[in-house]
């Protein structure tokens, strides 16, 4: 049977990290937390339902959870956030993928339901996502993407038939914060590389981005929910812009 490390990283997620956890249990051989210095439970928590932890601080989230990768134990990787579930029947097909004699593939893309506002998410561009998590670190890796990070492989991948569930926002204001918080991540990535923009680009952002989400991917059909993820997900595209045209301008 291959040995299977999940990885997580983690900053104050005492809120989230129980439930992640519960859904892990019996799938792995190891838990490795990476926690940035969290001021409330989370890594107390973590030591408490037998995970490993590590304290690092933050690199940008592709950096983070490549530290996590090398660090795991085994070269069989799962990653998974702290509000993300691993649903039962996802876990039983890993589970019955690592006793498999060989393992065809490199990494393996895991469906997501998102849930957003108290509803899954069936449109809005986030019907059919899915992301490479399952992978082996000797033939994968993660970007170093300070946001959006994924994981790159040598070689062929698979993919899962069962979802992960994303939890991926508490409420508006949670939404707001990490909105504020991805988008400084992103303008910095942009600006460290030279990108530049014209002011209209982050003017022309927002309405393109609504009506893509709104009208072009579905999220009218996801009701409420559908429209206030259509509205803040164009606001972080304008506002990505917008503080990347605010730190490229010369210091006074």
Known sequence: MTQ???IIITRNEELNIRRCLDSLKGLANEILVVDDNSSDRTAEICRAEGCRVMTHDFEGFGRQKQYA???ALYDW???VDADEVVTPEL?????ELMAAAEIPNAGYRIPFSVFYLGRRMKHSGMGKESHLRLFDRRKGRFTIDPVHEGIVVEGPAGRLLHPMHHYS???LFHHLEKINLYTTAAAEGYASKGKKFNPWTAA????????TFYFIKGGILDGYPGFMWSFLAAVYGSLKIAKTIELSKPKA
Do not use: A, W
């Open 69 to 71: 990768t090398e660090n």
């Open 77 to 79: 990787v799962l990653s």
């Open 204 to 211: 022309l952002k927002f309405p393109v981005s609504f009506f």
């Open 91 to 95: 876990s039983l097909e890993i589970k």
């Open 4 to 6: 299977l490390s999940v």
């Open 169 to 171: 926002y508490r409420d």
